[in-house]
């Protein structure tokens, strides 16, 4: 009878000593090559299109209008809403708020020095800045300065901190500015050009919903 042959062991392969650092570099290679792409932003929506001069400098050349539309809020203790009809002329401007917030009928004047709130049968509210009478009334303020800017798609202000995207037809999608993050959208045309019909703000205390629904100019404006 023949014997069965005998099982050998394989040679052990002899490898090349590997550094602490050369193993480190190549399970993070190793990883890198497993992990799935991230989507890179194009960069040329953070550009100004060559039309957004022509447009900045028409939408800042209208100081004066009648809007109306709906603002709502929402933070962690509560939310609310309410219907606007908002006068600017220059840089004064006239709100009359119905239903907000639970608190009836509003009436809101103001200039860059100061503002007052009017309700019926109540003693008027005055404050240097509409920020600051925001938030003595509701224990936090709304940007009520910038909205005059946002309304017409606009960043409030010129700092080079400011973070701003363009969509496809050379408007502004999204801005970054004083702790606030926005969504514009739903431009509409008119008389005097492309202007928002949807504003959508966040901060760290609070989130609101501008919808602009109807804009009309004084005939003296230029069309």
Known sequence: MSSLPTSTNPAPINWPPVSARGFIALLLLLIGACAPLQKQPDPAIYRPPPTWPAHQTAMQAIDS?????????????????????????DDNFTI?????????????NGNAQAITLSQPGKADIS??????????????QLPVEQMRAWARGLPASSS?????????????NTLQEDGWQLNISRYQNGPRGQLPGKIKGRSDKLTFTLLLKDWSFPESNPQ
Not at 65 to 89: I, M, P, R, V
Not at 127 to 140: C, E
């Open 65 to 89: 209008w009648q809007l109306k539309g709906k603002l709502a809020y929402h933070n962690e203790e509560n939310s609310g809403s309410a219907w606007f009809d908002w006068t600017q002329h």
């Open 96 to 108: 009359y708020l119905s239903g907000p917030f639970g608190v009836g009928t509003v009436q809101i």
């Open 127 to 140: 404050a240097h800045s509409a920020s600051i009478l925001t938030q003595r009334l509701f224990g936090w």
């Open 160 to 172: 080079a901190r400011v973070i701003k995207t363009f969509n496809e037809k050379g408007l502004l």
